[in-house]
Nanobody, 114 residues
Framework: VQLQASGGGLVQPGGSLRLLCTCS????????LDWYRQAPGRQREVVAT???????DYADSVKGRFVVSRDNYRDEVYLQMSSLKPEDTADYYC?????????WGQGTQVTVSQ
């Protein structure tokens, strides 16, 4: 199983970014995928989840600002982030559980700053 996240960068407060995660090695359409983030000195936390039936769930801190989506033809998951705040600064990871094992992408850095 391989996950590859991209799309991070430096953005001003109030700006937007779209993260992409490509996935291989699993029957993608059957799995829930998650986006996590980890800020310096803090624990990794789940940001958004999209299930195989396209149901979504979000951390309270990002509800109304982030949207998770997926493309089962491309085996890709996206995280559209809007109204970004400095506290959204973190490394963002995509995640899947396959046969009881946790798999993570390498992370993409998001920095929200003037």
């Amino acid at each position: 199983v391989q996950l590859q996240a991209s799309g991070g960068g430096l953005v001003q407060p109030g700006g937007s970014l779209r993260l992409l995660c490509t996935c291989s090695g699993i029957m993608f359409q059957h799995y829930s995928l998650d986006w996590y983030r980890q800020a310096p000195g803090r624990q990794r936390e789940v940001v958004a989840t999209i299930a195989s039936d396209f149901n979504t769930d979000y951390a309270d801190s990002v509800k109304g600002r982030f949207v998770v989506s997926r493309d089962n033809y491309r085996d890709e998951v996206y995280l559209q982030m809007s109204s970004l705040k400095p506290e959204d600064t973190a490394d963002y990871y995509c995640h899947v559980v396959h046969r009881g094992q946790h798999f993570w992408g390498q992370g993409t850095q998001v920095t929200v700053s003037q």
